[in-house]
């Protein structure tokens, strides 16, 4: 089973958005996965049409050492299996804890189906979590939007996990909303691609697209929102890069 991990450089930067939608793409393609959420603001579901109201998820399962991680999975109409966090209040620092005291026992648990792959998507404040999971994956894809904020937290995450001296081969960096319309997006983005390595830059950036919004508003992913909408596109290439870049040489 490939595994990826999904985690926005700052809070906002579109781990969530990514994560649904290469799932997306990567089920259009016949890949059997799951796509898990591991942010507390259990946003994911959102992307699959799950009732509002439905508020369960694995979370407290876990914590109750439930047998088996499927009993807690959701099934959208158009066929995509998720894992949603479910509300877990005043318990996700202790959750958090027990998955980094021992992530093979949690990614484990979470590969109790029968799936190809699993898309793990990760808070963006939990370094810890990263930390953890990061010798076990098999790509992380940490996203980033050029906006004044990037610079100095990207700075500060590569000095925190000594990215300077050793990056691990999972690690890429992945761009989101890209605009190059816009001449502020344009120039923060030209500064950071220029400054990072290529090997650790994903080649595919998901393009600003109002579809994206506007899908995530009506509970659908943007290819079931809008055939024809540009992002998809992009999601499509990343998706057949990710194939690529984890499959076994």
Same mark, same amino acid.
């Not at 906002?12 to 994560?19: H, R, S, V």
């Not at 996990?161 to 816009?182: C, D, K, M, R, T």
């Given at each position: 089973?490939?595994?990826?991990?999904?985690?926005?450089?700052?809070?906002?930067?579109?781990?969530?958005?990514?994560?649904?939608?290469?799932?997306?793409?990567?089920?259009?393609?016949?890949?059997?996965?799951?796509?898990?959420?591991?942010?507390?603001? #259990?946003?994911?579901?959102?992307?699959?049409?799950?009732?509002?109201?439905?508020?369960?998820?694995?979370?407290?399962?876990?914590?109750?050492?439930?047998?088996?991680?499927? %009993?807690?999975?959701?099934? !959208?109409? @158009?066929?995509?299996? @998720?894992?949603?966090?479910?509300?877990? /209040?005043?318990?996700?620092?202790?959750?958090?804890?027990?998955?980094?005291?021992?992530?093979?026992?949690?990614?484990?648990?979470?590969?109790?189906?029968?799936?190809?792959?699993?898309?793990? #998507?990760?808070? /963006?404040?939990?370094?810890?979590?990263?930390?953890?999971?990061?010798?076990?994956?098999?790509?992380?894809? !940490?996203?980033?939007?050029?906006?004044?904020?990037?610079?100095?937290?990207? $700075?500060?995450?590569?000095?925190?996990?000594?990215?300077?001296?050793?990056?691990? *081969?999972? @690690?890429?960096?992945?761009?989101?909303?890209?605009?190059? $319309?816009?001449?502020? *997006?344009?120039?923060?983005?030209?500064?950071?691609?220029?400054?990072?390595?290529?090997?650790?830059?994903?080649?595919?950036?998901?393009?600003?697209?109002?579809?994206?919004?506007?899908?995530?508003?009506? $509970? $659908?992913?943007?290819? %079931?929102?809008?055939?024809?909408?540009?992002?998809?596109?992009? @999601?499509?290439?990343?998706? #057949?890069?990710?194939?690529?870049?984890?499959?076994?040489?």
């Amino acid at each position: 089973m490939a595994i990826i991990t999904v985690q926005s450089v700052f809070s906002g930067a579109g781990a969530t958005t990514i994560a649904a939608n290469l799932s997306n793409a990567l089920l259009r393609q016949g890949t059997k996965l799951s796509t898990v959420d591991a942010c507390s603001h #259990n946003d994911l579901r959102l992307w699959y049409g799950m009732p509002l109201a439905q508020s369960g998820g694995w979370a407290l399962g876990y914590l109750g050492k439930a047998p088996d991680s499927r %009993e807690f999975a959701f099934r !959208s109409d @158009f066929g995509a299996t @998720f894992l949603p966090l479910g509300e877990v /209040s005043d318990k996700y620092d202790e959750l958090t804890t027990q998955i980094e005291s021992d992530p093979q026992q949690w990614l484990s648990w979470l590969k109790a189906g029968n799936d190809d792959w699993l898309i793990i #998507n990760l808070p /963006s404040h939990c370094a810890r979590l990263y930390q953890a999971l990061i010798p076990y994956v098999d790509l992380h894809l !940490s996203v980033w939007q050029a906006e004044p904020r990037v610079y100095p937290r990207m $700075q500060q995450f590569i000095n925190k996990q000594n990215l300077h001296s050793e990056v691990p *081969n999972a @690690f890429v960096f992945q761009e989101n909303g890209v605009a190059p $319309q816009l001449e502020l *997006n344009r120039d923060i983005s030209n500064i950071i691609n220029h400054e990072l390595a290529d090997e650790v830059l994903s080649p595919v950036g998901i393009m600003r697209d109002q579809h994206i919004t506007e899908a995530l508003a009506t $509970q $659908q992913s943007c290819y %079931e929102y809008s055939i024809a909408a540009s992002a998809n596109a992009d @999601f499509v290439e990343l998706a #057949n890069w990710v194939v690529k870049k984890c499959s076994p040489a």
